[in-house]
T-cell receptor
Framework: AQTVTQSQPEMSVQEAETVTLSCTYD???????LFWYKQPPSRQMILVIR????KQQNATENRFSVNFQKAAKSFSLKISDSQLGDTAMYFC???????????????WGAGTKLIIKP | DSGVTQTPKHLITATGQRVTLRCSPR?????VYWYQQSLDQGLQFLIQ???????AKGNILERFSAQQFPDLHSELNLSSLELGDSALYFC?????????????FGPGTRLLVL
């Protein structure tokens, strides 16, 4: 069974600094999908960035980028020029590829609480 | 705003009661997923529907049930509620229920069982 591990329960950085959140996963699949979701204090679950495993190029969305290391099964999120509004829980999630059982549930990490200090 | 709506936003009830949570997917989306998030924890997948049919089941208790209606909205029914059922319940939707699609989440329903 697939698992997702986020080893940093909480992180804190100063505004404008760069921060990297780690995520590792375990799977025997060769193709799959990885996601970072953000959950601010409002508790809304918001997609930050996604990566398809067959793509070698790391995904980027403005200040957010990932370091996808397929062999190491690592999928870290880098936030550049951090802002107060980035304060949130960040969840890493895994989705397996299409299969006969059609069971497409996201497998979630436990989350990292990120605090951006002014 | 993801386009997914959930009602009610908050629900307070007593042990042993039954409640119904409602979700409307984004316009055009056929698949709905339900998740449970207990306090400061990750999400647990409960169940998925596609175009009215149950497609996948996760760790959903027998006291819980769900359905998706012809207009594609979905309802999650929780019965014989226990204190441990207090949680944030999310629904998410995708177009065709395929793994490569991003799941867009509603704002959640916060359930408190007293």
């Amino acid at each position: 069974a697939q698992t997702v591990t986020q080893s940093q329960p909480e992180m804190s950085v100063q505004e404008a600094e760069t921060v990297t959140l780690s995520c590792t996963y375990d799977t025997s699949e060769s193709n799959y999908y990885l996601f970072w979701y953000k959950q601010p204090p409002s508790r809304q679950m918001i997609l930050v960035i996604r990566q398809e495993a067959y793509k070698q190029q790391n995904a980027t969305e403005n200040r957010f980028s990932v370091n996808f290391q397929k062999a190491a099964k690592s999928f870290s999120l880098k936030i550049s020029d951090s802002q107060l509004g980035d304060t949130a829980m960040y969840f890493c999630a895994f989705m397996k590829p299409e299969s006969m059982d059609s069971n497409y549930q996201l497998i979630w990490g436990a989350g990292t609480k990120l605090i951006i200090k002014p | 705003d993801s386009g997914v709506t959930q009602t009610p936003k908050h629900l307070i009830t007593a042990t042993g009661q039954r409640v119904t949570l409602r979700c409307s997917p984004r316009s055009g989306d056929l698949s709905v997923y339900w998740y449970q998030q207990s306090l400061d924890q990750g999400l647990q997948f409960l169940i998925q529907y596609y175009n009215g049919e149950e497609r996948a089941k996760g760790n959903i208790l027998e006291r819980f049930s769900a359905q998706q209606f012809p207009d594609l909205h979905s309802e999650l029914n929780l019965s014989s509620l226990e204190l441990g059922d207090s949680a944030l319940y999310f629904c998410a939707s995708t177009g065709a229920g395929r793994p490569q699609e991003t799941q867009y989440f509603g704002p959640g329903t916060r359930l408190l069982v007293l």
